[in-house]
């Protein structure tokens, strides 16, 4: 019998082919892997204790900052919501130290602590390579505009912001609804594929699922406009089968973190080499068809800054990427965390389907329009269901006080998100708790009141690039949806509506794992 993981090594080839040898390579491959872990480890423990010598990672008084001793690089993404329980035991409200693969960062998760670090931020904040998650996660996205920093990533911004902007997205906005109603009318029917879905009448879907494939078509149309054709978005939903293998090993994989595991053949090198080679072919062809034929397409308009030597194709591709791919699970749970705090919410809901229905005459003005129910429940769903549990992280490039701590230049810092959005106390005031949902609360709070208590598209001088576009997607779609179904719970006990929906673990965003009960109106 051979031993299953010399399968998914795949090492075919270049071992001898007795299964005395292939066991000894393998066993000397692991060995090197872990050998070569450890020493990762060892060296940035000892770096730490050095650092606390000279009096970092402690405050004022020489107390040392508290630390969660286990190693987070996992369970941060997977179980993100007790990590940051456990976070707040031992530490209460300061920050406290966490290990990603041997690497301290400090969470941050109260509003001094996000005050000190983002508001005297001036020109030093940078992320750190691949966002400390390893080589496997540099060859998808590590030259992302996501992950660059300084004059490469404004360089990056210019190329690609102007296709994203405000005014895009208004342009596109009929192509938006026409989408959605499309989605809609198709919406039934995935239902009906399993079994129990009669046409015209309600219907129940899993959240997340349902909102899966339309910011994928949306993001796509921003992206290729024109020249995205019916066929070429089945490619890109067969890319996206093959990018979601990649991200999750990305995000997730153990072995993927090794350098030398990178090197060898693997399942994981293969698909990471395919993906790769497909997605430049397919942007290519794309840029080629788009100019062959005359159609608008963004990206072609894009490509110019790799000719002419501005960014590297590997920035170009990876970035398009980050935008398309990456995203897709940031926003479909935002969309699926807008139908399930509506669905849970039954005043929330008719009051802004009222607002909605009220708008129909001039829905351009009502989409503009930031005073409205409808922006301040797009607000709020972010607010109290953030896309992730933490941020990525980021690092100072001088020393700081974090929170009455003194910490290193260069040591990356997360926030809890949702322990921010939801604990601090302009989120408890006003008789209205921080984890209720509550639309309205944003009608009493100034900007400058949660400045510093709400991360939803980024809280440094460094924004989402998708924070425009975010705001039109979410607005047409809330807007189509409140007119056609009344949204309603499946599953949640009375009472219960202010416990955070059960979430996933195999996802690196916070994605739902609730259903909801659509009925026509
Ligand atoms: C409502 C949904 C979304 C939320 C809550 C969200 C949130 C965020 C956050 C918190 C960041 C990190 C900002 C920082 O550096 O501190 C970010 C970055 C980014 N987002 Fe979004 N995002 C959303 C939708 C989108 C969409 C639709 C796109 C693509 C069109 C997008 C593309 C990006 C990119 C490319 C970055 C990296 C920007 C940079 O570092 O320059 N996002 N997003
Ligand atoms: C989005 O809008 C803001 C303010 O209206 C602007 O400063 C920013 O550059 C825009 N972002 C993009 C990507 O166009």
Redesign the pocket.
């Known amino acids: 019998m051979m031993p299953s993981h010399i399968e998914q090594i795949n090492l075919a080839g270049t071992i001898p082919k007795s299964a005395y040898g292939t066991c000894l390579a393998v066993g000397l491959i692991v060995l090197a892997i872990y050998v070569y872990d450890q020493y990762n480890f060892l060296r940035y423990q000892v770096a730490k204790v050095l650092a606390q010598r000279l009096g970092y990672f402690k405050d004022a008084q020489g107390n040392r900052m508290k630390e969660l001793s286990f190693n987070s690089r996992f369970l941060r993404f997977s179980n993100g919501h007790e990590v940051s329980e456990q976070g707040t035991a031992i530490a209460g409200d300061e920050p406290y130290i966490t290990w990603n693969d041997g690497k301290p960062e400090v969470v941050l998760s109260c509003p001094n602590h996000v005050k000190d670090f983002y508001g005297r931020e001036t020109k030093g904040h940078a ?1 750190p390579p691949n966002m400390g998650m390893g080589p496997y996660f540099d060859r998808v996205l590590g030259s ?3 992950v660059l920093n300084g004059d490469k ?1 404004k360089t990056m ?1 210019k190329v690609f912001d102007p296709h ?1 902007s405000h005014q895009m997205a208004m342009d596109l906005r009929s192509t938006f609804s026409r989408e959605v109603a499309a989605w809609m009318k198709d919406l039934p029917s995935t239902v009906a594929k399993f079994g129990n879905g009669v046409p015209g009448s309600e219907f129940v879907l899993d959240a997340s699922t349902a909102c899966r494939i339309l ?1 994928f078509k949306l ?1 796509a149309l ?1 992206l290729y406009g024109d020249a995205l054709s019916e066929a070429a978005f089945e490619e890109l939903l067969q890319l996206n089968a093959l990018h979601e293998k990649v991200v999750f090993k990305a995000f997730f994989g153990k072995r993927e973190r090794s350098r030398l595991f990178a090197l060898l053949p693997s399942q994981s090198k293969s698909q990471m080499d395919e993906f790769e080679r497909e997605w430049r072919v397919f942007n290519l062809k794309m840029i080629q068809t788009a100019e062959a034929e005359g159609l608008s397409c963004p990206v072609a308009k894009m490509h110019p800054s790799v000719l002419n030597g501005a960014i590297t194709e590997r920035e170009f591709l990876h ?1 398009i990427d ?2 398309l791919f990456a ?1 897709i699970d ?2 479909s749970s ?1 969309l699926a965390f807008l139908l399930i705090n509506l669905a849970r919410n039954v005043p929330a809901q008719t009051d802004l389907r009222a607002e909605v229905l009220g708008h129909t005459a001039d829905p351009e003005a009502y989409l503009q329009k930031t005073d409205t129910l409808l922006e301040f429940a797009c607000m709020e769903s ?1 607010r109290l269901c ?2 992730a549990w933490f ?2 992280p ?1 690092y100072a490039t001088s020393d700081m006080t974090v929170g009455g701590y003194s910490i290193p230049a260069g040591t990356p810092c997360i926030i809890d998100w949702w322990r921010l959005n939801t604990q601090s106390p302009v989120w408890n005031s006003g008789g209205v708790s921080g984890t209720a949902f509550s639309p309205q609360r944003f009608q009493r709070l100034t900007l400058q009141a949660y400045r510093w208590s709400f ?6 001088s ?6 425009n ?2 705001g039109i ?2 607005k047409t779609f809330l807007m189509a949806v409140l007119k056609e179904w009344e949204l309603e719970t499946v599953g949640v006990t009375k009472g219960d509506e202010q416990k955070m929906v059960d979430t996933r673990k195999d996802r690196f965003t916070v994605t739902p794992a609730q259903s909801v009960r659509f009925v026509p109106i």
Do not use: H, Y
Request: with cysteine; aromatic share 6%; glycine share 10%.
């Open positions: 992320k992302s505009v996501g990533w911004r994203l910011p993001v921003i970035t980050e935008i995203n940031v926003t935002v972010i953030p896309a941020s990525l980021e991360l939803r598209f980024g809280l440094g460094r924004k989402c690039i998708g924070k576009v975010s997607i979410m």
